[in-house]
């Protein structure tokens, strides 16, 4: 009997589809691109809500073509739909352009999809699905997409610990493919009563909950579609992710939606061309993105609400801009905690990343006392596909920061010795200031940093066994496409 195929077997057959593809020169982040084309109207058949697809270019029309025909009428569908169609159809299609030559190859993509067992499992896991395939593309290193892509352990447990509810306005202005603001609407779906939300709850929370922001046009493609596949609504004139840049004049107007939780893990680097931003309401001019970022973030913050947000080493410590960019925050702002997190997580393997927590003040003065520091990195394993980096690496951090999001380990300081040295440290505004109010703070030994270089054995046994690694898992994509079970993999050795 035929094993049913979970969401993870159907994420690695589309993957694997990626082969097809590789004689026309598509690089896997034009992989998804493409695959996100076909995808929605191939889930618009299968959920039976074609009707926001204008008649005659639909799943069907395209399937039953093959050769030039379909290729042809591929590249016209694609026109079509994003100049005509409306909504979050034209904006998903918008400026698309196939990057498929061969008709065969177009052929043999929408075939292999059409066959596939989409609801052998929940209809809920279209999204899961849409997210493999994502996370499939971000640990590319040749794809260059782990730049829009948060590591999906991480965005859980900061969500944990800030606690989403139907009350906040929530809002990413580096939105990537809307991983946060996903994970937010889990957590508020999971934790509230939806049976019992009145109309007016449910109007707040379809139209004035979820706002981002994203400046690449591909990348913000991938966004609706994993929003639309997440039951996340999508309002041209209010909430959704736009397509602007939150450093130009499109910053201030979604900073006017009075955002009472951010979530974000702003782009590295400076702004492209190494130009100031646009905005006219920062304060400290800088073409460094991330302390634009951090500007608009703490600055847009109401009264009372809190941030979570991912910044590298640099902004913890840089001088003047960056010294005063940081002691504005600590005046406005409750820093209550930073988390040091490990290296090797993101797709730059030697960036390293820290979590900033903190909450706006109801008045602009003073409201930085202490600040707690978790070192996450010192002495922590190599993350890698040996080593998963997974949820349970934050249990410890969760249970020192606390029950509340707007306080975080503060609250629990009677209950930490600092005597000791530990991952947890308390520091005061006094000491930070003697430090000239850099914020890049260690005490722990790490043994790991001390190991240097991998000598030139190891380097080429690692080389050597990434790719056994990568040979072993285009084998079972292969069975897979084949029928094999995983019963059968396993034996093989094949098993992921």
Not at 133 to 160: D, M
Not at 323 to 343: F, G, N, S, V, W
Not at 430 to 435: G, K, P
Request: hydrophobic fraction near 40%; include cysteine.
């Amino acid at each position: 009997m035929t094993q049913t195929p979970t969401t993870r077997d159907i994420v690695q057959k589309l993957w694997s589809l990626c082969d097809v593809l590789r004689d026309d020169g598509v690089t896997y982040h034009q992989y998804v691109t493409e695959l996100t084309y076909l995808l929605f109207l191939k889930m618009a058949e299968e959920t039976e809500t074609e009707e926001q697809l204008p008649e005659g270019y639909r799943w069907n029309a395209l399937k039953i073509l093959s050769g030039v025909s379909q290729l042809t009428f591929y590249k016209k569908l694609l026109l079509h739909l994003g100049t005509e169609a409306g909504g979050i159809v034209q904006e998903i299609y918008a400026d698309a352009a196939t990057v498929i030559r061969k008709p065969t190859t177009l052929n043999t993509l929408v075939t292999a999809m059409d066959n596939l067992n989409w609801y052998s499992t929940d209809k809920e896991s279209l999204g899961d699905l849409y997210e493999g395939l994502l996370e499939k593309n971000a640990g590319e290193k040749k794809s260059g997409a782990g730049q829009y892509f948060t590591p999906r352990p991480l965005i859980g447990s900061i969500v944990a610990l800030m606690q989403p509810t139907l009350d906040d306005v929530i809002q990413d202005p580096a939105a990537g493919t809307g991983g946060f603001l996903i994970e937010a609407n889990r957590y508020i779906r999971e934790h509230g009563d939806r049976a019992n939300w009145t109309e007016e709850q449910q109007r707040k929370y379809r139209r004035g909950t979820f706002y981002g922001m994203e400046l690449v046009q591909d990348t913000h493609r991938l966004a609706l579609m994993n929003l639309m596949l997440h039951n996340l609504d999508y309002d041209p004139n209010g909430a959704g992710i736009r397509l602007g840049d939150t450093l130009g004049a499109e910053g201030e107007k979604i900073a006017a939606t009075a955002p009472t939780l951010m979530l974000s893990n702003p782009p590295f680097g400076t702004k492209k061309g190494g130009g100031m931003p646009t905005r006219t309401d920062f304060v400290f001019p800088t073409s460094n993105k991330q302390f634009a970022f951090l500007q608009h973030i703490y600055r847009a913050l109401e009264p009372g609400g809190r941030a979570a947000v991912v910044l590298p080493d640099n902004v913890l410590f840089e001088s003047g801009i960056g010294k005063q960019i940081r002691a504005d925050l600590m005046e406005k702002c409750r820093l209550h905690t930073i988390l040091r997190l490990p290296t090797g997580i993101f797709y730059a393997q030697g960036v390293k990343t820290n979590v900033l927590f903190f909450t706006r003040g109801e008045e602009d003065k003073g409201n930085t006392q202490e600040v707690w520091v978790y070192d996450m990195r010192a002495n922590m394993p190599q993350f890698g596909k040996r080593t998963p980096f997974t949820r349970d690496y934050f249990a410890d951090f969760e249970a020192a920061f606390g029950p509340d999001p707007k306080v975080g380990s503060e609250a629990l300081a009677a209950r930490i010795d600092t005597g000791e040295p530990g991952r947890f440290r308390k520091y005061t505004r006094d000491q930070i200031a003697e430090r000239g109010d850099s914020l890049d703070i260690s005490w722990l030994k790490d043994d790991s940093a001390e190991q240097g270089e991998l000598p030139e054995p190891a380097v080429v046994a690692a080389s050597v066994i990434i790719e056994l690694d990568a040979a072993l898992e285009e084998m079972r994509a292969i069975l897979l496409e084949l029928g094999e079970s995983e019963e059968v993999l396993e034996a093989a050795g094949v098993a992921e």
